[in-house]
């Protein structure tokens, strides 16, 4: 649905991978542009639509699409994975094709249908470099100088993952919202919190930065799953079970593979009201 769809307000669509949920604004045609703001109003769920992400589809020159990505505080991400794959499968049912490029702050990512009515977004090769996470100060990115020994991981946006022995005993909401804001992140940070079920599954939970605690993420998938095969605790290629079911990552030579599930729940439109009442 495009922006000429509409009536007198604002088209979009829901959309959610694992349960990861998403508003989708389809501004290829043009139409108002979307700021914090209307983010920020739009991710309420009691007064807007709710969200764990806000994207942005855009006509791009140099690729099928660009997306721009915004959290629920209204602050932007480089990157989101399973928005990222659950906008390449409507765009690729919409044009009839089994593979796309899609642009974003990360860089061009490649999708393709996997079959089975999964897609397969590649999110680039991750950054273990502490100025590339970013870090705020030269330390070893796998074993971080932080109670627990976290590893850091840059997929777009940071990532800080921790090893524990039950995943189900961390209190997330405290423990996410406390290292989010550690001060080795300057742009804060996505916290995860992963057990080990063998060398090629990982349990999985996550609390987003920007957002909090979400039923799945995939670049938080996908950074969790470098970090196991950085220390040695699983291969490359790893199921990754979310609260909201079961992610496929696999780490190859032109970069971290994400696999799984994508839903387009409905369609709808803002009302002009409700965009007026942002001003």
């Known amino acids: 649905m495009t922006q000429g769809d509409t009536y007198d307000g604002l088209a979009f669509m829901k959309m959610h991978g694992l349960g990861n949920d998403f508003v989708v604004i389809d501004r290829r045609a043009g139409g108002q542009p979307v700021t914090a703001a209307l983010a920020r109003a739009l991710a309420d769920r009691h007064r807007g639509v709710g969200f764990d992400q806000l994207a942005v589809i855009e006509a791009d020159t140099q690729a099928d699409a ?21 906008i390449a499968r409507h765009l690729m049912d919409e044009s ?54 976290p590893v850091a991981t840059g997929m777009g946006n ?26 080795l992140f300057p742009e804060r940070t996505n916290v ?3 057990q080990v079920l063998s060398p090629r599954a990982i349990r999985l939970r996550i609390w987003e ?26 291969e490359r290629r790893v199921s990754v079970q979310v609260d909201g079911g079961t992610l496929h990552i696999d780490w190859r030579e032109d970069g971290v593979w994400m696999t799984g599930p994508t839903a387009h729940v409905f369609t709808g439109t803002l009302t002009r009201a409700f965009l007026e009442g942002l001003a």
Request: charged share 20%.
């Open 209 to 234: 930065r920007g957002t909090g605690v979400t039923l799945a993420s995939g670049s938080c998938s996908c950074a969790a799953a470098v970090a196991a095969a950085r220390r040695g605790l699983t």
């Open 96 to 149: 009839g094709t089994t593979a796309l490029t899609l642009r974003t702050e990360r860089g061009g990512l490649r999708a393709e249908d996997a079959g089975d009515g999964l897609t397969s977004v590649n999110m680039g090769h991750p950054l273990v470099d502490w100025k590339s996470v970013p870090l705020s100060q030269d330390v070893e990115t796998d074993r971080l100088p932080i109670e627990g020994v």
């Open 158 to 183: 940071p990532h800080c993952t921790f090893f524990v022995d039950d995943a189900e005993a961390v209190d997330l909401p405290t423990f996410g919202s406390r290292y989010e804001t550690h001060p």
């Open 192 to 194: 995860e919190v992963v």
């Open 66 to 86: 660009a997306l721009t990505f915004f959290n629920a505080d209204g602050s932007l991400s480089a990157t989101c994975g399973n928005a990222t794959r659950c």
